[in-house]
């Protein structure tokens, strides 16, 4: 199984190397396909995760998309054939384009192919934008928090719906904040990348000293219970 797992890895980033034009992130929405929709390997929010923790490390980030989702499945070998089968299509590629480039430079044919695959290439991103964005700002709390038989879990149910509402303000505002960062502050990604990082540590400890008032401030005993003398 764990063979079968390993080489279905090496296959699979294979592919999607051999047939991605435009870098690594035109590779996202075909790795989300492949590891979340069709296999069910990672969940989509879980490949969300994958891609803020690449994104921060230096390096490709298709090489490290690669890496760790070869970690998560089969370990150290499982990154080694990930990697390999990410990576050895451009390499032959380049070669061949290399020995030959000079030949096909100025041919009409060669410069209309690249022509039309600039425009695919772009929608590929722009999925890759959408596809994303989707699982973080459309995570939902789990269905025990958001639907309780008993009539006390109607509190918790609305408490979850104002979370994951929160929740996806919150993730619009960053964004949002991202792009200016980037595109008129110039800032680099890497700072982007940490600030939007403290604001969530930020974020987390308020929601838990909020939650501790609440708890504080509560009655003792379970929602709709009577204390009778």
């Known amino acids: 199984m764990q063979f079968k797992r390993l080489l279905e890895l090496f296959l699979i980033f294979f592919k999607i190397g051999a047939f ?13 396909r492949e ?22 490390a230096p390096g490709a980030i298709a090489v490290n998309t690669a890496a760790f989702v070869g ?10 054939l990930a990697v390999l089968g990410a990576t ?13 480039f000079l030949t096909f430079q100025q041919n009409e044919f060669v410069n209309a192919v690249f022509a039309g695959l600039r425009p ?36 918790r149910s609305t ?19 991202g792009v200016l960062l980037l595109t008129l502050v110039r800032l680099h990604p890497i700072l982007v990348i940490l600030l939007a990082g403290a604001a969530g540590i930020v974020r987390g400890r308020v929601i838990a000293a909020r ?4 708890r504080t401030r509560s009655p003792a005993g379970p929602i709709g219970t009577t204390h009778e003398e």
Do not use: C, H, K
């Not at 990672?42 to 921060?56: K, N, T």
């Open 88 to 100: 050895l299509p451009s390499l032959l590629t380049i070669l061949i384009v290399a020995a030959v």
């Open 159 to 177: 408490a979850a719906r104002e979370s994951s509402r929160a929740d996806r303000r919150f993730g619009v505002a960053e964004i949002v904040i």
């Open 35 to 56: 590891i979340s929709e069709r296999r069910e390997w990672l969940s989509p929010g879980d490949f969300a995760d994958v891609l803020a923790i690449v994104q921060s």
């Open 71 to 80: 970690w998560r499945l089969g370990g150290f070998p499982g990154l080694v």
């Open 120 to 155: 695919a290439v772009f929608a590929l991103i722009v999925s890759a934008v959408f596809t994303v964005g989707r699982d973080v700002l459309g995570r939902r709390a789990p269905a025990g928090e958001a639907n309780g038989p008993a009539a006390g879990e109607a509190n």
């Open 211 to 214: 939650g501790l008032r609440a």
């Open 20 to 32: 991605t034009f435009g870098g690594g992130y035109a590779m996202i929405p075909l790795i989300r």
